[in-house]
Nanobody
Framework: VQLQASGGGLVQAGGSLRLSCTASVSETRFIFNIMGWYRQTPGEQREAVARIIGSGENIKYADSVKGRFTISRDNAKNTVYLQMNSLEPEDTAVYFC??????????????WGQGTLVTVSS
């Protein structure tokens, strides 16, 4: 399983960005238990930003992004998105996508994508 994230960049405060993360899965049978986004700044621990748990009915957001960020998924494309609106300088971080995927061959796996840098200027 490989994750390819994209969509980071430089934006002014108040602006918007959309992150995308597509999973490449070689197995024909699999289930995404969790799809989500985390972020990390230098010297800080990685924190969960938004996660879709299960088939999509259970969505969790960090308090700091509620009302501004929206996570969604496209099952046909094995892709998870993070729409980020009203961005603030405090949102500046490297954003990582993460999935927990189950396959009959390997059971449950936790997979991380490469980070994508989001920089919000004031």
């Amino acid at each position: 399983v490989q994750l390819q994230a994209s969509g980071g960049g430089l934006v002014q405060a108040g602006g918007s960005l959309r992150l995308s993360c597509t999973a490449s899965v070689s197995e024909t049978r699999f289930i995404f238990n969790i799809m989500g986004w985390y972020r990390q700044t230098p010297g800080e621990q990685r924190e969960a930003v938004a996660r879709i748990i299960g088939s999509g009915e259970n969505i969790k957001y960090a308090d700091s992004v509620k009302g501004r960020f929206t996570i969604s998924r496209d099952n046909a494309k094995n892709t998870v998105y993070l729409q980020m609106n009203s961005l603030e300088p405090e949102d500046t971080a490297v954003y990582f996508c993460n999935v927990n995927i189950w396959t009959p061959q390997r059971g449950s796996l936790d997979v991380w994508g490469q980070g994508t840098l989001v920089t919000v200027s004031s």
